[in-house]
């Protein structure tokens, strides 16, 4: 099904962020939302995942199990790389899946270091996993590859389009070459 937003309004006090916000966003395509800062469209995706809600407006077609990536990593500090993505993820999977993961953005050498030590874009890619290896039908990406050199960025990018093929997938960013990079459809707010 479809997720469908129809006429969404939201303001924060005088602060008007949607007003009459209408789009569409195609089961199992992958869409990047681009527009300037302070437009909306982290409080879209708060919106979607049931953390904010609009003021008039609403949301149709969201699935029932929704996985994301927000802004900040939001990780557990004194766990390793590999019990961060192991308590997220789909009970299913094995040991070695979650370690042939880790692998394939570059973090099988750091599975069991504590993220508290880990730079920013290894955090980053540790949250990315987190989010891509929960069992979801939604996956909501707010600016996923933040803090990511050029050869992690493109390693990750194409980590994303390879295990989100057929997953409805929504990415927030500000730069325009995620589009191509993520392979995806545009969307300007």
């Keep these: 099904m479809n997720i469908r937003v129809i006429n ?7 602060n008007k962020v949607l007003e ?10 992958r869409i990047v939302i681009m527009g300037d800062s302070g437009c909306g469209k982290t409080t879209l995706l708060r919106i979607l995942m049931g953390f904010e809600r ?7 077609g969201i699935p029932d199990r929704i996985s994301a990536v927000f802004q900040e990593d939001r990780l557990l500090e004194n766990f390793s790389a590999l019990s961060n993505i192991a308590f997220a993820a789909d009970r299913g999977l094995s040991k070695d899946v979650l370690l042939r993961h ?7 050498e750091s599975a069991y270091r504590s993220v508290s030590g880990f730079s920013g874009g290894m955090r980053r890619r540790v949250a990315i996993l987190r989010a891509m290896l929960a069992r979801s ?7 996923p590859l933040k803090g990511l050199d050029e050869q992690n960025r493109e390693r990750t990018a194409a980590y994303i389009k390879a295990h989100s093929e057929g997953l409805t997938t929504i990415i927030v960013t500000h730069d325009p070459d995620e589009v191509a990079l993520m392979d995806a459809e545009l969307i300007k707010m």
């Design 8 to 14: 969404l309004h939201k303001s924060f006090g005088d």
């Design 20 to 29: 009459g916000l209408n789009m569409a966003f195609p089961c199992g395509k």
């Design 54 to 60: 609009p003021d008039t407006g609403e949301v149709t």
């Design 102 to 108: 880790l692998d394939e953005v570059g973090l099988l």
């Design 137 to 143: 039908e939604l996956l909501l990406l707010d600016e």
